[in-house]
């Protein structure tokens, strides 16, 4: 089956520090890749994607994510955080053989950004 | 309304009843899906719909669960025989038309706890 892991929990970074967040799925072909968001009291937003074509893929806030078959790996990544990044993190992979919308999500990275 | 929008935001039960969760989705949207997240967890699909049909119910966990869309906009998650297992914040999410290039956009949850 497959499956997404994230293998931090919990990662804390100064504000204006570089920022990457793991994330490694497991899928013979190529898969449909997401980064999403989830801040308190606000719903799940979609930060970026890949599908197929350039392996770095920009997305909204200033994140990007860098698709690595060798690895099997979408890491995150963002030059410099902001003390608004504060949130929760989700990888997800599309579910090979669901239907559109069925994902399959990692269980998160809670970043803590320190002043 | 703007977003995907879910009653109620916090909902508190006891053990053995039944509980119906609404979703309005974005105005226009064809697809809409629910997940739910337990703590700790990352968000699991449990069902996709493409109007007023079912394309795909294969995350609903058994049959004390079930879900509606008779009108293709407005959907309602139902669950029967509630037990504490069932505790988890229940998401709401629609896409317009078909693809999984589609961007998906998620409401902020209905907080289900079974006591």
């Known amino acids: 089956a497959q499956s997404v892991t994230q293998p931090d929990i919990h990662i804390t970074v100064s504000e204006g520090a570089s920022l990457e967040l793991r994330c490694n799925y497991s899928?013979?072909?190529?898969?449909?890749l997401f980064w999403y968001v989830q801040s308190p009291g606000q719903g799940l937003q979609l930060l970026l994607k890949?599908?197929?074509?350039?392996?770095l893929v920009q997305g909204i806030k200033g994140f990007e994510a860098e698709f690595k078959r060798s690895q099997s790996s979408f890491n995150l990544r963002k030059p410099s955080v902001h003390w608004s990044d504060a949130a929760e993190y989700f990888c997800?992979?599309?579910?090979?053989?669901?239907?559109?919308?069925?994902?399959?999500f990692g269980k998160g990275t809670k970043l803590s950004v320190k002043p | 309304g703007a977003g995907v929008s879910q009653t109620p935001s916090n909902k508190v039960t006891e053990k053995g009843k039944y509980v119906e969760l609404r979703c309005d989705p974005i105005s226009g949207h064809t697809a809409l899906y629910w997940y739910r997240q337990s703590l700790g967890q990352g968000p699991e699909f449990l069902i996709y719909f493409q109007g007023t049909g079912a394309a795909d119910d294969s995350g609903l966990p058994n049959d004390r669960f079930f879900a509606v869309r008779p009108e293709g906009s407005v959907s309602t998650l139902k669950i029967q025989r509630t037990e504490r297992g069932d505790s988890a914040v229940y998401l709401c999410?629609?896409?317009w038309g078909r693809g999984s290039g589609n961007t998906i956009y998620f409401g902020e949850g209905s907080w289900l706890t079974v006591v």
């Open positions: 899928y013979g072909a190529t898969p449909y």
């Open positions: 999410a629609s896409s």
């Open positions: 997800a992979v599309l579910n090979y053989g669901g239907s559109q919308g069925n994902l399959i």
């Open positions: 890949y599908f197929s074509g350039d392996t």
